[in-house]
């Protein structure tokens, strides 16, 4: 362990391919770019939907909603063990098969015409069959999605062919998370909305510390930004692949609030209350091994966020509607609390965490009605400010730029 400073200002500089000065603007805002993005990249790439402790057992199954698609999926564990993700239209006349969030079946039947489906999407049963001479059941099945897993994260892709599989697609990133226990989080929370912003700026919005000493002036500066780190630099950003990693800075001197204290350590996570810890991390988990380190945001390009501390890790997906409008979702994922105090300390954390991403959504709907504008040309990026940038510099090489 060590470093008990923040960052240097030469993160930037470790990456040649990419510049130091201001960048445009468009991409932020313009209908047509969004258009192309929907095209070359969010049509293309892997989404996150849920995660295999939602399905134990065969039968059991979940619906989600795809909003950038405008349309929803049936997951759902197989007899044969399998997770399988299905479009939920039914291929008789397109109506939703399933209209529970989620539960358990030994098949699937439309509400329109009855047709039902066995757990792997065959057409078993069809009302009246004899009315349709040229059907053959064997070749009519629910439209199966691509859906694999990593970790227990469960991800589809609507390419017919995808252009890579998921153990490709989290790559290096995903591979230096191997060992981290995700799959001890079966306690969940969520919030959601739709924030009328690009979906870049939702992203952007939790991947610096930049922000820290000012936004949030009233909850996590002290931790993130202490006297020792007045301006809120990281520990360390990563760039792998498409994807990238921050290392957020954490004020071991902090002494928290009567009841912050009582709360992080009943519960052993806090993101206000910086804690040292003992546990074994994975090596792209504070890859540093910085001594004051409180979390790592880990960005799967293009809209997934994990936020990984030893006590818990959440996600924020972000589902583009449009050029300024963004569907939200953060979930959050705990061991489950075993007495009374350990709940006491997960539900103040949870509400802590709540206030703080409330903070960063602060800004968002003021900057994308400016923006829109076109009045305001180029942005400027602090070095520690990388993860913007390489997200910027992303976009623009899918978008051709």
């Known amino acids: ?56 057992s065969a039968g059991e199954f979940f619906v989600k909603e795809l909003p950038t698609f405008d349309f929803s999926i049936i997951v759902v564990r197989g007899r044969d063990k399998k997770v399988r993700a ?33 757990l792997e999407g065959r057409l078993a049963s069809v009302p009246d069959e004899g009315g349709f001479p040229l059907l053959d059941k064997s070749e009519v099945s629910l439209k199966e999605l691509h859906c694999e897993s990593w970790q227990g994260f469960l991800f589809v892709n609507i390419q017919d062919r995808p252009n890579q599989t998921l153990k490709e697609y989290v790559g290096e990133q995903g591979a230096d ?17 739709v924030v009328k912003t690009n979906w870049k700026f939702l992203v952007d919005s939790f991947c610096e510390t930049y922000h820290v000493p000012f936004l949030h002036s009233r909850s996590i500066r002290h931790t993130m930004a202490g006297p020792d780190n007045p301006h809120g630099r990281a520990v360390d950003v990563r760039l792998k692949g498409d994807h990238r990693t921050t290392s957020v800075w954490a004020s071991l001197d902090y002494d928290p609030q009567p009841v912050q204290k009582l709360a992080a350590n009943a519960a052993a996570t806090s993101i206000t209350s910086a804690v040292a810890t003992t546990q074994e991390l994975p090596k792209g988990l504070n890859q540093t091994r910085a001594e004051n380190w409180a979390i790592d945001v880990t960005v799967f390009f293009p809209g997934l966020v994990c936020v990984i501390n030893p006590g818990m890790y ?72 990388l993860s913007l940038r390489y997200q910027h510099h992303t976009v623009c090489k899918y978008l051709g730029l």
């Open 86 to 118: 299905f479009m939920n239209a039914c291929p008789h006349r397109g109506n939703q098969v399933e209209l529970a969030e989620c539960g358990k079946r030994s098949a699937f039947t439309c509400k329109f015409h009855a047709w039902k489906y066995d």
């Open 1 to 56: 362990m060590g470093q008990k400073q923040p960052g240097d200002t030469n993160l930037t500089a470790r990456h040649p391919e990419l510049h130091a000065g201001p960048v445009s603007t468009d991409i932020y805002w313009k209908p047509e770019l969004y258009e192309l993005e929907l095209e070359r990249i969010f049509k293309k790439t892997w989404h996150y939907v849920g995660r295999e402790e939602q399905l134990l």
């Open 314 to 385: 959440f996600t924020h997906q972000m589902w583009p509607l449009g050029p300024d409008r963004t569907k939200w979702e953060m979930t959050g994922y705990l061991r489950p609390a075993t007495n009374a105090a350990e709940r006491f300390g997960q539900e103040h954390a949870i509400a802590e965490l709540r206030d703080a991403v409330l903070e960063d959504a602060n800004t968002l709907e003021r900057m994308t009605s400016n923006i829109a504008t076109g009045l305001i040309k180029e942005f400027h990026f602090h070095d520690h400010e």
């Open 177 to 193: 998370l191997d060992g981290y226990p995700f799959s001890s989080g079966t306690s969940r929370f969520q919030f959601s909305g």
